[in-house]
């Protein structure tokens, strides 16, 4: 019991202590489940959609994949495989613009490999994820001249 209390104390301390969240600010949980055979992004984008979240990140994701389509670091194209590959990690940010989404997957082995999830991974037995969203930001993705591609741009609501 004691170790909760002093867990609950640091949550505590560590929200009443950051410069853009506070205690008020409104959270909701999303949890679902996909099923053998459903696309993972596909799946989490439905949520998004169907639930209007403006601004979202994965809380936490377990499952397996029968196949995978991951792009690498710095890679023009993704590459896939076949197999039975456990969901190592999923994280990422959400909202109806565009997920921005990276994975990681291994195999029987333990060999680990990850990368930006594209579509095409299909669940072998299950996904099981959590989405976290708030209402005080939302998030869109746009060109800032930083980089060529549409980046996170973060707007308080």
Not at 66 to 71: C, D, E, L, S
């Amino acid at each position: 019991m004691q170790v909760y209390k002093v867990l609950l104390t640091a949550i505590l301390f560590a929200a009443g202590c950051s410069n853009h969240t506070t205690m008020k600010d409104k959270y909701n949980i999303y949890a679902f489940r996909l099923r053998p055979g459903e696309d993972l992004k596909k799946g989490i984008e439905k949520q998004v959609l169907d639930h209007h979240i403006r601004a979202g990140w994965i809380a936490t994701c377990v499952g397996s994949l029968t196949r995978y389509n991951i792009r690498f670091a710095n890679q023009p194209d993704s590459a896939s495989g076949e197999g039975h590959f456990e969901i190592v990690s999923l994280a990422g940010t959400l909202s109806a613009n565009g997920p921005h989404l990276h994975i990681s997957i291994s195999d029987s082995t333990g060999k680990t490999i990850g990368g930006h999830l594209m579509d095409g991974n299909i669940v072998y037995t299950t996904a099981e994820i959590i989405i976290a969203t708030t209402d005080k930001y939302q998030f869109t993705r746009e060109k800032d001249g930083t980089t060529a591609w549409d980046e996170l741009q973060v707007k308080e609501n």
